[in-house]
């Protein structure tokens, strides 16, 4: 009985954490950080303050979680591909984390870190991440075994990695952030993932 209870209660835990990150992304795109509130986000969660300062300390902390929740949700999609044939492994790594850029929130969300952080040091001293990181490490790992594989040859990894996964946000990403509407044809964004693995390709294939 107390394992089941125990299940019971981890289960209304996170529905009630669902509730309130969604809750919250609402309310800092639509108010910003510093007109968001602790007891509107439980209002609007349909939550208790207590069952949101269980989970959530302080609005710190509950503004990281809404942004780790933007690039977790497809960073844990991303592929794992084989080893040997490089091209294809990379394009599906590529085009995953293009993907991931492109959820319409992330930008929303950089654009409000980028104008609040300067106002308040709680979030300057944290670290927003957007699933670049998750993304990075399935790269790093992906050309670890195609190394292994001698498909690839490379001083750094994470220099590479961080190499392939920048030349795709140059294009596809940043502009959209300092123009909101601007977009590209997939047809464009397809082009880009594409020259930046045949650029990395020539620079890195053994």
Same mark, same amino acid.
């Given at each position: 009985?107390?394992?089941?209870?125990?299940?019971?209660?981890?289960?209304?835990?996170?529905?009630?954490?669902? *509730?309130?990150?969604?809750?919250?992304?609402?309310?800092?795109?639509?108010?910003?950080?510093?007109?968001?509130?602790?007891?509107?986000?439980?209002?609007?969660?349909?939550?208790?303050?207590?069952?949101?300062?269980?989970?959530?300390?302080?609005?710190?902390?509950?503004?990281?979680?809404?942004?780790?929740?933007?690039?977790?949700?497809?960073?844990?999609?991303?592929?794992?591909?084989?080893?040997?044939?490089?091209?294809?492994?990379?394009?599906?790594?590529?085009?995953?984390?293009?993907?991931?850029?492109?959820?319409?929130?992330?930008?929303?969300?950089?654009?409000?870190?980028?104008?609040?952080?300067?106002?308040?040091?709680?979030?300057?001293?944290?670290?927003?991440?957007?699933?670049?990181?998750?993304?990075?490490?399935?790269?790093? /790992?992906?050309?670890?075994?195609?190394?292994?594989?001698?498909?690839?040859?490379?001083?750094?990894?994470?220099?590479?990695?961080?190499?392939?996964? /920048?030349?795709? %946000?140059?294009?596809?990403?940043?502009?959209?952030?300092?123009?909101? /509407?601007?977009?590209?044809?997939? *047809?464009?964004?397809?082009?880009?993932?594409?020259?930046?693995?045949?650029?990395?390709?020539?620079?890195?294939? %053994?």
């Amino acid at each position: 009985m107390g394992r089941e209870l125990s299940e019971y209660h981890r289960a209304v835990a996170d529905r009630n954490r669902t *509730a309130i990150i969604a809750s919250a992304t609402q309310l800092f795109l639509a108010l910003g950080y510093d007109r968001t509130s602790l007891a509107g986000v439980a209002q609007t969660a349909g939550v208790s303050k207590a069952t949101l300062f269980k989970q959530f300390a302080t609005k710190a902390v509950l503004f990281e979680a809404v942004i780790l929740a933007v690039g977790d949700a497809d960073a844990q999609d991303l592929p794992e591909p084989a080893p040997g044939n490089p091209r294809a492994g990379l394009l599906a790594l590529a085009s995953a984390y293009a993907s991931l850029l492109l959820r319409p929130p992330t930008a929303d969300m950089i654009r409000l870190v980028i104008a609040e952080g300067p106002r308040f040091p709680e979030l300057r001293d944290r670290t927003f991440d957007f699933g670049t990181l998750p993304a990075l490490t399935a790269l790093e /790992g992906y050309l670890r075994s195609e190394e292994k594989a001698g498909s690839l040859r490379m001083d750094s990894r994470a220099t590479a990695s961080a190499q392939l996964l /920048g030349m795709i %946000a140059s294009a596809v990403f940043w502009p959209a952030l300092v123009h909101p /509407g601007w977009s590209m044809e997939a *047809a464009e964004i397809d082009t880009v993932i594409h020259q930046a693995v045949e650029t990395f390709l020539a620079r890195y294939g %053994a």
